[in-house]
Each structure stands twice: as C-alpha cells, then as structure tokens.
Nanobody, 125 residues
C-alpha cells in the first residue's frame, strides 16, 4: 500500500483543517492507520490512530477532544479532522499504516510499516 496526505495549509489559531490520507492498493482495510507530526527541531510525535475496522481510535493527550480520526475503507481514505487549532499544532503531519496484529493504540513509530510523504500544517495569526 502507498499513502498520500493532503489538506495541509495555513490556518489561524482556533481554526480547523481536515487532512486526508489516501491509500492505493486493495489491502488497505487490513492496516491500522496512525497520524504523526513533526515540528522543526523536534522529534516525530504520535497524534492518533484508528483500527483497521474504524471501530476504535486513540489520541495523544495534546489533541484529545480537538482532533478526530475517521476512515472509509470503501474509499481507501483516512481523515484527520483538526479543530480549535493552536500555534503548537504547527508541524508536518504524516499518516502511516501498520499491519500489527493487535490494536492497542499503536503509538510508536517503529510499529508502522508504510509512511506517507507528509503535509505541512501551519497555525499562525
């Protein structure tokens, strides 16, 4: 499977953006999907993830209540809806796919098998 993110851009604090992760390949529904982000000079950090069926999600404390992940396996897409954006949400956002047998949030980057190229999100007034 290959992943391509889209939807990044410039938004004011308090605003919203929706990122999409489009997957190629017919096996997409076998992957759990996660979102990570990396700000300049910082390590890549976990944002949230969704199980292969879409029935379970897990979020980092920093985005809980503001970000929502959803997926449509028929369309091979995963979305990250970001509301109430803050300056500190500025980063390159990556989606990643994992073939892990169990879904426990899958918060660590090495657990992911495929990565997208990333999309820039800038929160600025």
């Amino acid at each position: 499977v290959q992943l391509v993110e889209s939807g990044g851009g410039l938004v004011q604090p308090g605003g919203s953006l929706r990122l999409s992760c489009a997957a190629s390949g017919r096996a997409f529904a076998t992957y759990h999907v996660g979102w990570f982000r990396q700000a300049p000079g910082k390590q890549r950090e976990f944002v949230g993830s969704i199980s292969r069926s879409g029935g379970r999600t897990y979020y980092a404390d920093s985005v809980k209540g503001r970000f929502t992940i959803s997926r449509d396996n028929a369309k091979n897409t995963v979305n990250l809806q970001m509301n109430s954006l803050k300056l500190e949400d500025t980063a390159v956002y990556y989606c990643a796919a994992s073939l892990a047998s169990n879904y426990d949030g899958i918060r660590r980057a090495p657990e992911y098998d495929v990565w997208g190229q990333g999309t820039q999100v800038t929160v600025s007034s």
